[in-house]
T-cell receptor
Framework: GAGVSQTPSNKVTEKGKYVELRCDPI?????LYWYRQSLGQGPEFLIY????????DSGLPNDRFFAVRPEGSVSTLKIQRTERGDSAVYLC????????????FGPGTRLLVL | QKEVEQNSGPLSVPEGAIASLNCTYS??????FFWYRQYSGKSPELIMF????GDKEDGRFTAQLNKASQYVSLLIRDSQPSDSATYLC??????????FGPGTRLSVLP
């Protein structure tokens, strides 16, 4: 079947604006992860969902960041009052279950805050 | 703070040689260990994972884990130019989330 998809692939916004990033996981995958990757760095964990609930949101940097997964499938990462430091590639990954070894990453959304 | 450390590289090896990539981690509670490959501009893809001390082989790749030393490595035998990428080490504890290292850039020279 299809892999993990993310939209948009690129997003340019102005400082202070609100953005939403969408992730469509592989069908049937109950675990979904969000990461942020800056240039030259590894992915930085933000939040993970098991089903509809956020099982661990300890990586969200502050209260401007929020994520939802209302029906246990598609997830949206929401960033309020964007700052230039939020510029990064936002990666989503899904796995069959929370303990599964294999995460499948989406292509990412490249966010640029001007 | 849980940390995973890797040399950023670049590590350059000639084609056909063995590439050795190293990773150390700080959290003794880490349960499982992963190696990902990331080509420039692409997403990470899983190469292999290891849970137990010792070696685990998969084709040209061997992962080695030493929990006492908090050290995990990846060996790539018969390196090919197509292996040129950034290699990311990741660890997972009971909490199920993953902590990634910064990655090591590998360049395999023809």
């Amino acid at each position: 079947g299809a892999g993990v998809s993310q939209t948009p692939s690129n997003k340019v916004t102005e400082k202070g604006k609100y953005v939403e990033l969408r992730c469509d996981p592989i069908s049937g995958h109950t675990a979904l992860y969000w990461y942020r990757q800056s240039l030259g760095q590894g992915p930085e964990f933000l939040i993970y969902f098991q089903g509809t609930g956020a099982a661990d949101d300890s990586g969200l940097p502050n209260d401007r960041f929020f994520a939802v997964r209302p029906e246990g499938s598609v997830s949206t990462l929401k960033i309020q009052r964007t700052e230039r430091g939020d510029s990064a590639v936002y990666l989503c990954a899904s796995s069959l279950a929370a303990g599964a070894e294999t995460q499948y990453f989406g292509p990412g959304t490249r966010l640029l805050v001007l | 703070q849980k940390e995973v450390e890797q040399n950023s590289g670049p590590l350059s090896v000639p084609e056909g040689a063995i590439a050795s990539l190293n990773c150390t981690y700080s959290d003794r509670g880490s349960q499982s260990f992963f190696w990902y490959r990331q080509y420039s501009g692409k997403s990470p893809e899983l190469i292999m994972f290891i849970y137990s001390n010792g070696d685990k082989e998969d084709g040209r790749f061997t992962a080695q884990l030493n929990k006492a030393s908090q050290y995990v490595s990846l060996l790539i035998r018969d390196s090919q130019p197509s292996d040129s990428a950034t290699y990311l080490c990741a660890v997972r504890n009971y909490g199920q989330n993953f902590v990634f290292g910064p990655g090591t850039r590998l360049s395999v020279l023809p």
